[in-house]
């Protein structure tokens, strides 16, 4: 069992950054990928980025790609989502999701666990 709690979440400027985190509960945290979804007003929730248990493989939906970075620190039992170069589209509440295993997916349905969510609105 994991639980995950988001923070960082805020109001920021158009080109400006944010960091948010995804603190995990339990020992295994290593063992999972970990991903970001985010969810506007009125639309689906949809992929951001992901990371494999190791760090070492990152994947980003093209619309973030260059401008998010996203990170995990096993020790910490944290996952991280660097948001650079903000633009109003952006703006939706931000959900971190962790599915057992090495390998990561962009469909929210193949992840067992979610957070709360942060709210993320960018202004022009």
């Known amino acids: 069992q994991v639980q995950l709690v988001e923070s960082g979440g805020g109001l920021v400027q158009a080109g400006g950054s944010l960091r948010l985190s995804c603190a995990a509960s339990?020992?295994?945290?290593?063992?999972?990928?970990m991903a970001w979804f985010r969810q506007a007003p009125g639309k689906e929730r949809g992929f951001v980025a992901s990371?494999?248990?190791?760090?070492?493989?990152?994947y980003y939906t093209d619309s973030v790609k260059g401008r998010f970075t996203i990170s995990r620190d096993n020790a910490k039992n944290t996952v991280y989502l660097q948001m650079n170069s903000l633009k109003p589209e952006d703006t939706a509440i931000y959900y971190c999701?962790?599915?057992?295993?090495?390998?990561?997916?962009?469909?929210?349905?193949?992840?067992?666990?979610w957070g709360q969510g942060t709210q993320v609105t960018v202004s022009s």
């Open positions: 990371i494999r248990w190791s760090g070492g493989s990152t």
């Open positions: 339990g020992r295994t945290f290593s063992s999972y990928a």
């Open positions: 999701a962790a599915r057992g295993g090495s390998y990561t997916y962009t469909t929210p349905s193949e992840y067992n666990y």
